[in-house]
């Protein structure tokens, strides 16, 4: 199998970081949940190398990309990402965006209309206004860094209530994400709420595959994408909680697999 390398790409805002697998025929384009990396996206670059070319981008404020000042929003930061495509030569290319990261894979889909073949888009904010503004509210801003470093066991006690069982490894990943990302964290909560999702959703043209762990927070809204958009088909995977492609990595990759190869027969 492929080695996953790692790489830095220029855009408008600064190096985006990525991590890559060359492959044959349309590429497609990962983009990560709030508030880990694209290291989330390993096992499923490994479970899917040699199939096509994948891309794990970084999202500003999170991994090793750069760190975007202010409020950045979800157009500005589609924009960085179409920048940091180009550069790498991309053309067409396929789109999976996992919670925060499907904000902004669906901005691209819906601004590059000749060059996205699909949309996967995993944990799903298809919600009212009135159901966004419940969940703003719910989802508290990261703690901020005290002196007594008492936001350390804030902090850890969100990530380890975020899987439907305790796993070590993934439980200290997303940790080491909260820490490294505790500006990015709320400027990709404001960035996500402040989005009206349904009508960015509603311009996309190609095919459109929805997903969600059976236990994800998101799942119930999950069959209103389909219901809305003919050209979209929704799936349920296993129980992962918010963790699909770290936990239901198989399941998740075999629903990918057989979703492009329809789009690209």
């Known amino acids: 199998m492929q080695a996953i390398r790692k790489a830095y790409v220029d855009c408008d805002g600064g190096p985006l970081h990525f991590r890559y697998v060359k492959g044959p025929g349309t590429p497609l384009l990962l983009f990560h949940r709030t508030p880990v990396s694209s290291a989330c996206f390993e096992p499923l670059m490994r479970e899917l190398a040699g199939t096509r070319g994948l891309y794990a981008f970084d999202t500003p404020g999170f991994g090793a990309s750069f760190d975007p000042p202010g409020a950045p929003d979800a157009a500005t930061c589609r924009d960085w990402f179409i920048t940091a495509i180009d550069a790498l030569a991309i053309g067409d290319f396929h789109l999976f965006g996992h919670h925060t990261g499907t ?3 669906t901005e ?54 975020l899987f439907p069982k305790f796993d070590a490894a993934l439980a200290h990943t997303e940790f080491v994400g909260a820490l490294r990302a505790l500006e990015g964290c709320k400027q990709a909560f404001d960035m996500i709420f402040a989005q009206d999702y349904r009508a960015v959703l509603a311009r996309v043209r190609c095919p459109i595959l929805a997903l969600a762990a059976e236990d994800d927070p998101l799942r119930p809204f999950l069959d209103r994408i389909p219901a809305a958009l003919p050209h979209a088909t929704a799936r349920v995977l296993g129980r992962a909680g918010i963790a699909a492609p770290e936990l239901d990595t198989a399941r998740l990759a075999a629903a990918i697999r057989e979703f492009l190869e329809r789009i690209d027969a």
């Not at 996205?116 to 904010?125: D, T, Y």
């Not at 009135?130 to 002196?147: H, K, L, Q, S, Y």
């Open 103 to 105: 904000h902004i894979a």
């Open 108 to 161: 691209i889909a819906a601004a590059l209309p000749a060059r996205a073949r699909s949309l996967i888009v995993n944990g799903v904010l298809y919600v009212t206004d009135a159901e966004r503004a419940a969940f703003r509210a719910a989802v508290a801003d990261p703690a901020p860094v005290d002196e007594a470093g008492t936001y350390l066991g804030a902090t850890w006690s969100i990530v380890k209530s």
